[in-house]
């Protein structure tokens, strides 16, 4: 399976910043996500990270509060936008090929004061 | 209704038992499914696909009823590190994955 690197791994942020997620994976793949959890929730879908287009959001998830990138295969980004507390979350990316189960990055875990 | 349902737990059982977790998903469309664990401020790793025909992974047995849309995990001669959130996970069109809550599993020697 793919190994998937994220950085930051955590970070503490001021209310009204803006954070970007790096999200790398070590071979090309077709298909990445990228997740939310919140304290004590379970993993919830923000976007599908599209190769040379626009990312789909799920419903709730808009552009303008979290931008993401994915310039090539092997690569994607996420920024938290205008953060307030309520963003304090775990931001975890997967990547998954075809048919095959998805595998997560070890997560960024994020606190804003 | 939830997309997909677990007992949140905690389940605290003993070294060497046997524990059974169970699943519900509301949509019929569903393609894929998964059990995936999960330990406290760490991302999720998948355990296993789960198969209308059922599959066995040494210790884990895992069920998938498409009729019922009930998905179960059975964990035989638990050990402690077996301890951890046990996420059912269904697969639905664009390979968007869907989370339940997380079922918890306590080990105890």
């Known amino acids: 399976s793919a190994v998937i690197s994220q950085k930051p791994s955590r970070d503490i942020c001021q209310r009204g910043t803006s954070l970007t997620i790096q999200c790398q994976v070590d071979?090309?793949?077709?298909?990445m996500f990228w997740y939310r959890q919140q304290p004590g929730q379970s993993l919830t879908l923000i976007a599908t990270?599209?190769?040379?287009?626009?990312?789909?959001?799920e419903s709730g998830f808009v552009i303008d509060k979290f931008p993401i990138s994915r310039p090539n295969l092997t690569f994607s980004t996420l920024t938290v936008s205008n953060m307030s507390p309520e963003d304090s979350s775990i931001y975890l990316c997967?990547?998954?090929?075809?048919?095959?189960?998805?595998?997560f990055g070890d997560g960024t875990r994020l606190s804003i004061l | 209704r939830k997309e997909v349902e677990q007992d949140p737990g905690p389940f605290n059982v003993p070294e060497g038992a046997t524990v059974a977790f169970n699943c519900t998903y509301s949509?019929?469309?569903?393609?894929?499914f998964f059990w995936y664990r999960q330990d406290c401020r760490k991302e999720p790793k998948l355990l296993m696909s789960?198969?209308?025909s059922g599959n066995e992974d040494g210790r884990f047995t895992a069920q998938l009823n498409r009729a019922s849309q009930y998905i179960s995990l059975l964990i035989r001669d638990s050990k402690l590190s077996d301890s951890a959130t046990y996420l059912c996970?269904?697969?639905?069109?664009?390979?968007?994955?869907?989370f339940g809550a997380g079922t918890i599993l306590r080990v105890k020697s």
């Open positions: 996970v269904v697969e639905e069109y664009g390979n968007k994955l869907v």
């Open positions: 990270a599209n190769q040379g287009s626009e990312a789909t959001y």
């Open positions: 997967s990547a998954g090929e075809g048919n095959q189960p998805q595998h």
């Open positions: 789960v198969y209308s």
């Open positions: 949509n019929s469309a569903s393609q894929s």
């Open positions: 071979s090309q793949v077709t298909m």
